[in-house]
């Protein structure tokens, strides 16, 4: 049942971890320009080709024989997942560390060609290198055998967690308190850095 559990985990970080993240908030001005259904056909192909990448690139790792070089690249993951988590909680002084990355998506979103190409090119430079980017990464090496189930989880929750943010962001934004679902996404990296390292050392 292993593909299942890392369809489900995988579903659930990239679900939380989108929430009010700076993907979300482009995808609600991308929704106000065009339909929705073209908006969540570019979230799927944009989530396929970025963390297809990273679970793509992870699974030829975690099915290497080199045992040596698989165990300091999982400290290496698991440590980034307990930085993203801690670094979270941090108080936050300045909002200036995306903040061009940030520009030029909102430059990308002014041009004038097909929206499904664009929203899709979109989703895959806001991703790419981004935590959940690394969350998938770090699923592969975990489960480098179910890249479809990892991969499905990614599409899923990401698309689920940008509908919310389409068909009730009002509602979001009047109900929900955003400090809870960042202490949520955090709370998850930890979790998964901790338990990635119980895994390490203390599995089979």
Known sequence: MDFVYAFFITFSIIFLSELGDKTQLLVLSFSNKNR????ILGIVIGTFFSHGLAILF??????LNNEFFNFYLKIFTYSSFLLFGIIG???KQNKKENSTKISFLQKLSNLKVNYIFLIAISI?????GDKTFLSSLGMS???PNHKISLLLGCIFGMVAS????I???????SKLNHNFIDFLSNLIFIVFGIAGFL?????N
């Open 36 to 39: 929705v259904s073209n908006v």
């Open 58 to 63: 992870g699974s030829k790792i975690g099915n």
């Open 89 to 91: 909680f941090l108080p």
């Open 124 to 128: 895959f430079v806001g991703e790419f």
């Open 141 to 143: 090496l975990q489960f």
């Open 162 to 165: 940008n509908c919310i943010a």
């Open 167 to 173: 068909f009730f962001a009002k509602f979001i934004s």
């Open 199 to 203: 895994g390490l050392f203390f599995g």
